[in-house]
């Protein structure tokens, strides 16, 4: 059983910064693909990050190209998302998830078998 919980959401202004940490337990965590999605009040759940099992392939949604930037420790068995430039568009509840796979990444939530609790992000104006 995967289980994966984030940490790091909070408050932040507008043109802030803040950094999402999702820690995975997990026997081999380099054989998992890692992506983060975000659900805002009142819409569906949005592809954000992804990232392959090894780290040498990441993919972005469009709203947050330049923006985010994801990563991953395997040694650590955490996977990471830095949030620059935050806008209001952002605040959303962000969760982590975790596929089994050694071959690329994966956009669609669908795909993941694995998901952890959320946080929250709040951007003020």
């Known amino acids: 059983q995967v289980q994966l919980v984030e940490s790091g959401g909070g408050l932040v202004q507008a043109g802030g910064s803040l950094t999402l940490s999702c820690a995975a337990s997990v026997g081999t965590f380099s054989t998992y693909a890692m992506g983060w999605f975000r659900q805002a009040p009142g819409k569906g759940r949005e592809f954000v990050a992804a990232i392959s099992w090894n780290g040498g392939i990441t993919r972005y949604g469009d709203s947050v190209k330049a923006r985010f930037t994801i990563s991953r420790d395997n040694a650590k068995k955490t996977v990471y998302l830095r949030m620059n430039s935050l806008k209001s568009e952002d605040a959303a509840v962000y969760y982590c998830?975790?596929?089994?796979?050694?071959?690329?990444?994966?956009?669609?939530?669908?795909?993941?078998?694995?998901w952890g609790q959320g946080t929250q992000v709040t951007v003020s104006s």
């Open positions: 998830a975790a596929v089994p796979s050694r071959v690329g990444v994966l956009l669609s939530a669908s795909e993941y078998n694995y």
